[in-house]
């Protein structure tokens, strides 16, 4: 069989011209590489170079397996950097997943362009998905890191599962409702008789569930809309003027036109951006983890 020191000492004797140069440049003694090249020879069955006097030349047979030679040195070299690479969490694509509630603008997009620059060999494939789906679907190894709002009700013991940051939540109006014309901070007490287009699912957490624990502080459940949405379609509905929605602060970015944000007088009126990942998860995957901690302040 062939070996790879066979391939990197017929080529060094190539390119140096002479099996004296050769020896000298890769640190062996001209005998064991004269023995190395006649066992290449002796494998292949034909000569490969011609010994002169003060230089070799490559015989038919050396003049084809030359290029083939280096050719397969090279594609092991890339073979192995792209292994290191892939290992050390530098190339491969990312699986990533982030909820409705939590679009991809302010305070994400930054980190994330910050991330592909200094990741080149790194693709991302970004879906955008429920945030109990995310969790599931990382479970079964379907997707790599998801951004999602808390809170989640579900419990996965092989999801790590942290805090990124916090976001103001701002109450979302029609353009034409009364309370689009305020000046000052609504407390949440008045929308008590107001109609959701958000409302929370028994066994769902994410946006609508903090929304409705807020709520819930001020002695009120929400009042269901007739059209109610958990996706970014609900801005759509309060546009409509069918009801209204606490919403974050960054959604003001995708809103259409007709939707007015207000300011809302009660305390702790947030909430929270996680981070999930596997407890396994691959080299790949910490480093965006890593990233997204330490630009968002959360490592």
């Known amino acids: 069989m062939i070996s790879l020191r066979q391939l990197r000492y017929f080529i060094?004797?190539?390119?140096?011209?002479?099996?004296?140069?050769?020896a000298e440049r890769l640190y062996i003694a001209q005998s064991a590489l004269s023995r190395q090249m006649r066992e290449l020879e002796t494998h292949l069955?034909?000569?490969?170079?011609?010994?002169?006097?003060?230089?070799?030349?490559?015989?038919?047979?050396?003049?084809?397996?030359?290029?083939?030679?280096?050719?397969?040195l090279q594609d092991l070299e890339a073979a192995g950097e792209l292994?290191?690479?892939?290992?050390?969490?530098?190339?491969?694509t990312l699986r990533l997943s982030?909820?409705?509630?939590?679009p991809l603008g302010t305070p994400l997009q930054t980190p994330l362009r910050n991330y592909l620059e200094r990741h080149p060999g790194v693709n991302l494939e970004i879906v955008q998905q429920s945030s109990e789906q995310q969790l599931a679907d990382l479970q079964e190894g379907r997707l790599d890191v998801c951004l999602l709002r808390l809170p989640v009700l579900r419990q996965y013991p092989g999801l790590a599962l942290q805090p990124l940051y916090r976001e103001p939540l701002l109450l979302a109006v029609a353009a034409e409702?009364?309370?689009a014309d305020e000046a000052e901070p609504i407390p949440l007490a008045r929308l008590a008789d107001e109609p959701f287009v958000s409302v929370p699912h028994m066994q769902r957490g994410g946006l609508s569930y903090r929304a409705a624990e807020l709520c819930l502080r001020q002695g009120f459940f929400?009042?269901?809309?007739?059209?109610?949405?958990?996706?970014?379609?609900?801005?759509?509905?309060?546009?409509?003027?069918?009801g209204v929605a606490l919403v974050p602060a960054s959604m003001r970015a995708i809103a259409p036109a007709g939707v007015r944000f207000m300011a809302l007088a009660d305390a702790d009126c947030?909430?929270?951006?996680?981070?999930?990942?596997?407890?396994?998860?691959?080299?790949?995957s910490q480093g965006l983890v890593e990233h997204f901690r330490q630009q968002l302040g959360a490592g």
């Open 12 to 22: 060094e004797i190539v390119e140096s011209g002479s099996f004296s140069r050769a």
């Open 45 to 72: 069955a034909t000569p490969l170079l011609e010994r002169g006097p003060r230089q070799v030349e490559l015989t038919p047979a050396g003049r084809t397996f030359h290029p083939l030679a280096l050719r397969l």
């Open 83 to 92: 292994a290191r690479q892939v290992g050390q969490g530098q190339h491969g």
């Open 98 to 102: 982030h909820s409705s509630s939590v």
């Open 177 to 179: 409702h009364p309370l």
């Open 222 to 242: 929400p009042r269901a809309a007739r059209a109610v949405s958990r996706k970014t379609s609900q801005l759509q509905l309060i546009e409509a003027g069918l």
């Open 270 to 284: 947030d909430s929270q951006v996680a981070l999930a990942w596997r407890h396994d998860a691959t080299p790949l």
